[in-house]
């Protein structure tokens, strides 16, 4: 038998009749006559060939095997076309349809996760696409419109397309395995660190490419990856720095020992945020900057920016 396609105002009828527990609630809820009610879920069940509701033996409507066989499907119809209706309210009142954040892999990973918890209940509609690289492949993203907001490190290339605005930063410290020579040595001459091999990030993209950040030994080892680095340095393999919130386990534990280097014992890792000049700003890319601008100011190991900046 063929069966009849229901419009979408026969679904919500019969989802108010389930939901409310009678014609005459459905009614109510609706604001429609109860006879209009009565009459849709009539014709909704003739278009489809079954009985929804069992109205014998009972005031009360009872779902039928078939009723309650639709009812999960109708309440998905109803809810994605609702979805669809607030996300093109929204996009009309300015909201995005997407949003790309590129945040660099020093960012503290904890402060992200909840942000983007917080986003994905404020703005349901907007489509996240999430990115986290190192140095100038943030900005990248950024120029090339994959990305409409980037968390960046330090900045490395003045970039005339993109806007710049310092929102706090991380300390980074230098550390190494404690069976690693400069572990072992009570005072770090000047001139020693460069003897020994440092694990350094390396930059996926062209911006800064052959340029070097904080970069102190003749032998170096270049990651990609700020997880394979810590690994290694737990290892003993080389020594670098690495942000004080990721190792601060670590330290307690003797796996890592901080490096009292004259030439670095310590030094900031400075984050900006970057968004092109000819992309206006929406309201969840707005709310994103300030989430993460202000979860970063009340990180324990982290800082808010300097006025020297």
Same mark, same amino acid.
């Given at each position: 038998?063929?069966?009849?396609?229901?419009?979408?105002?026969?679904?919500?009828?019969?989802?108010?009749?389930?939901?409310?527990?009678?014609?005459?609630?459905?009614?109510?809820?609706?604001?429609?006559?109860?006879?209009?009610?009565?009459?849709?879920?009539?014709?909704?069940?003739?278009?489809?060939?079954?009985?929804?509701?069992?109205?014998?033996?009972?005031?009360?409507?009872?779902?039928?095997?078939?009723?309650?066989?639709?009812?999960?499907?109708?309440?998905?119809?109803?809810?994605?076309?609702?979805?669809?209706?607030?996300?093109?309210?929204?996009?009309?009142?300015?909201?995005?349809?997407?949003?790309?954040?590129?945040?660099?892999?020093?960012?503290?990973?904890?402060?992200?996760?909840?942000?983007?918890?917080?986003?994905?209940?404020?703005?349901?509609?907007?489509?996240?696409?999430?990115?986290?690289? +190192?140095?100038?492949?943030?900005?990248?993203?950024?120029?090339?419109?994959?990305?409409?907001?980037?968390?960046?490190?330090?900045?490395?290339?003045?970039?005339?397309?993109?806007?710049?605005?310092?929102?706090?930063?991380?300390?980074?410290?230098?550390?190494?395995?404690?069976?690693?020579?400069?572990?072992?040595?009570?005072?770090?001459?000047?001139?020693?660190?460069?003897?020994?091999?440092?694990?350094?990030?390396?930059?996926?993209?062209?911006? +800064?490419?052959?340029?070097?950040?904080?970069?102190?030994?003749?032998?170096?080892?270049?990651?990609?990856?700020?997880?394979?680095?810590?690994?290694?340095?737990?290892?003993?393999?080389?020594?670098?720095?690495?942000?004080?919130?990721?190792?601060?386990?670590?330290?307690?534990?003797?796996?890592?020992?901080?490096?009292?280097?004259?030439?670095?014992?310590?030094?900031?890792?400075?984050?900006?945020?970057?968004?092109?000049?000819?992309?206006?700003?929406?309201?969840?890319?707005?709310?994103?900057?300030?989430?993460?601008?202000?979860?970063?100011?009340?990180?324990?190991?982290?800082?808010?920016?300097?006025?020297?900046?």
């Amino acid at each position: 038998m063929d069966v009849g396609q229901p419009t979408l105002d026969q679904l919500r009828l019969f989802l108010a009749v389930v939901d409310e527990g009678s014609f005459n609630g459905a009614a109510r809820k609706l604001g429609r006559a109860i006879s209009v009610v009565s009459y849709g879920i009539v014709t909704l069940e003739s278009q489809l060939g079954v009985t929804l509701f069992d109205r014998e033996g009972s005031k009360k409507p009872v779902l039928t095997p078939a009723g309650k066989a639709m009812l999960a499907q109708a309440r998905a119809v109803t809810d994605d076309v609702d979805a669809l209706i607030a996300g093109v309210r929204n996009f009309n009142q300015g909201l995005e349809a997407e949003l790309g954040l590129a945040i660099d892999v020093m960012f503290p990973t904890n402060l992200i996760a909840e942000v983007l918890r917080e986003f994905q209940a404020l703005f349901p509609t907007v489509q996240m696409r999430l990115f986290v690289e +190192t140095l100038g492949a943030i900005a990248a993203l950024v120029v090339d419109g994959r990305a409409e907001l980037g968390i960046s490190g330090p900045d490395l290339v003045a970039l005339p397309d993109l806007e710049r605005e310092a929102i706090g930063e991380v300390e980074l410290l230098p550390v190494a395995a404690p069976d690693h020579p400069l572990a072992r040595m009570a005072r770090i001459p000047p001139g020693e660190v460069r003897k020994h091999r440092q694990l350094v990030l390396t930059d996926r993209s062209n911006l +800064t490419q052959g340029r070097d950040f904080s970069v102190f030994a003749a032998s170096t080892w270049r990651l990609g990856d700020l997880g394979a680095r810590h690994a290694l340095l737990r290892e003993g393999i080389g020594w670098g720095n690495m942000p004080r919130h990721l190792i601060n386990a670590d330290l307690a534990s003797g796996k890592l020992k901080r490096l009292a280097l004259p030439e670095a014992p310590g030094m900031a890792y400075r984050f900006h945020a970057l968004w092109r000049r000819d992309c206006p700003i929406g309201p969840a890319r707005a709310w994103v900057l300030d989430a993460l601008r202000e979860r970063l100011s009340r990180c324990p190991d982290a800082e808010a920016p300097r006025q020297t900046d």
